[in-house]
């Protein structure tokens, strides 16, 4: 595309502005978050924000095939999670770059207190969000899957904890020999500057508490519950595409291998650790007939990426490219395994500003 990675910092959250006959698309930022603190009681985080001023880009759809594009430079304040601007990031559709147009906050049903009996306080600090167990009874009428991408190759640094690894903007960065590499994603982790809108900042798993206990953590993480730990880095695939909003339930996918971790902007992947597949990206995960593929293919890809991990190594070193918890064949890949829903339109439209010829 052609896009440079220092723009893609920039531009990774989106707003949009329903009005008149089309709709517009406005760019910008979540308010800067300067600091965290997680309390493990009703009051779950304390965020001082600031106003800052920046440059946003201006989208506005006239017709189906012509967009007209302006810059404009305002004065951005810091907004309530929810606000009446409703935001938008990308995902990945039939090999394709597509929007995701987000219409209504997030839902997490039924509780997780209801899976996970005991866990009173993960259940009142993350609102009841939870990855290890799902109804689908509970979720609203025509929800359709959401596979979340976790390039859980990437470590601890997919929290977006700075200490932890991550890079500033709340992306993971992945280390392999000499080089590092800042994994972009379409939604960075949750409390940083390039998390996405509408989604749920806390969740609880029991895979989290697994690797809280290989690295000896018993009582939870910065202040958090056991098993507590914020929405980590990710990134999204769709098997259909719509201009209508519908509810989507959501399917954790942990990728091991980071050779078919798809750019968030271009959808294509690149060979970054030795493998001894023939073709290293060829599972290049920007569509779902590639996500089945992954989960039977083994690399050595994966073992050299993750020998150091303790999410790998925690969850007992799998062989396979990624690894759906819950989800053993490719034939049950639309089996939910979160209470997690949201609601957003995913129309085929290029959701980054298009670079200058």
Not at 24 to 37: D, H
Not at 242 to 265: E, R
Request: hydrophobic share 40%.
């Amino acid at each position: 595309m052609g896009i440079s990675r220092s723009a893609f910092l920039a531009v990774v959250i989106i707003l949009v502005i329903i009005a008149g006959i089309g709709f517009g698309l406005a760019l910008t930022r979540p308010a800067i978050v300067t600091t965290t603190v997680f309390q493990s009681g009703p009051t779950v985080t304390a965020r001082e924000t600031i106003t800052a001023r920046e440059t946003t880009t201006l989208i506005t759809t006239q017709t189906a095939t012509q967009i007209v594009t302006r810059t404009v430079v305002q004065t951005v304040t810091a907004r309530p999670e929810h606000a009446e601007m409703v935001l938008f990031s990308g995902g990945f559709y039939d090999g394709k770059v597509i929007t995701f147009i987000y219409t209504a906050p997030h839902q997490c049903v039924p509780p997780l207190i209801r899976f996970f009996p005991g866990q009173d306080a993960a259940n009142r600090v993350t609102g009841g969000c939870e990855v290890g167990a799902a109804d689908p009874s509970a979720f609203p009428p025509g929800a359709q899957p959401l596979w979340i991408l976790v390039p859980a190759f990437a470590g601890l640094s997919i929290f977006g904890v700075k200490d932890l690894g991550s890079s500033p903007e709340g992306f993971p960065v992945f280390t392999y020999g000499n080089q590092s590499y800042v994994i972009l994603t379409h939604c960075g982790a949750a409390f940083t500057p390039s998390s996405c809108a509408q989604h749920m900042p806390l969740l609880y798993s029991p895979a989290f508490d697994v690797v809280e206990r290989y690295l000896n953590i018993t009582t939870g993480f910065a202040g958090l519950p056991q098993g507590v730990l914020p929405t980590p880095a990710h990134s999204h695939i769709v098997d259909l595409d719509t201009n209508a909003s519908i509810p989507w339930y959501g399917v954790v996918v942990l990728v091991f291998d980071p050779n078919i971790f798809p750019d968030p902007l271009t959808g294509r992947c690149k060979a970054i650790v030795p493998s001894n597949l023939s073709n290293p990206t060829g599972n290049c995960l920007n569509d779902i007939e590639a996500l089945k593929r992954a989960m039977t293919t083994a690399s050595s890809s994966v073992q050299l990426a993750n020998s150091n991990n303790p999410i790998w190594l925690a969850l007992g070193k799998p062989g396979t490219q990624v690894v759906i918890p819950g989800v053993t064949s490719p034939d049950m890949i639309k089996n939910a395994n979160s209470n997690i829903v949201l609601f957003f339109s995913s129309p085929d439209l290029y959701p980054y500003p298009m670079p200058k010829k």
